[in-house]
């Protein structure tokens, strides 16, 4: 088996809102574009629950498949999409703190060693920005 370096990024905001509204902005993968700019478009297959996959389309064209590997109903999920360079796993949780929700994403990318340099240089500078961007735009979606 070859080797793989593992990239890890993670941001988190805190907002008014309450955690449905957090959840259904999740839970809507067809609508993912909304708070999500890296994403040109996106579907689920079937519905939103473990074992379910969704179809990506990236704004630089690039397409593929992810699997949605864990769901905590109202607390979070995990999804992993298998990618040419190597598996990336994205964690998105929330938690209460007193009246306002935390909200965190975080990224994983699991590399080939081969993939390692182009990944690190070209690919993964842009992921770090976008996970930033798209958290940010969450937030402006489900403040009350």
């Known amino acids: 088996m070859a080797e793989r370096q593992r990239f890890l990024a993670a941001t988190t905001a805190t907002v008014v809102a309450t955690r449905g509204n957090v959840w259904a902005l999740w839970a809507d993968v067809n609508g993912w574009t909304s708070w999500n700019s890296g994403v040109k478009a996106s579907r689920l297959n079937g519905n939103f629950k473990t074992g379910s996959t969704f179809d990506l389309t990236l704004q630089d064209g690039l397409t593929a498949v992810g699997t949605i590997t864990e769901i905590s109903q109202g607390e979070g999920f995990t999804d992993e999409t298998p990618m040419t360079f190597g598996l990336i796993r994205n964690d998105h949780r929330m938690r209460m703190f007193g009246d306002l929700v935390v909200i ?41």
């Open 104 to 144: 965190t994403h975080r990224v994983e990318a699991d590399v080939e060693a081969e993939a390692v340099a182009e990944f690190g240089t070209g690919i993964w500078p842009t992921m770090q920005a976008s996970l930033s961007e798209s958290l940010a735009e969450l937030v402006d979606l489900a403040a009350d």
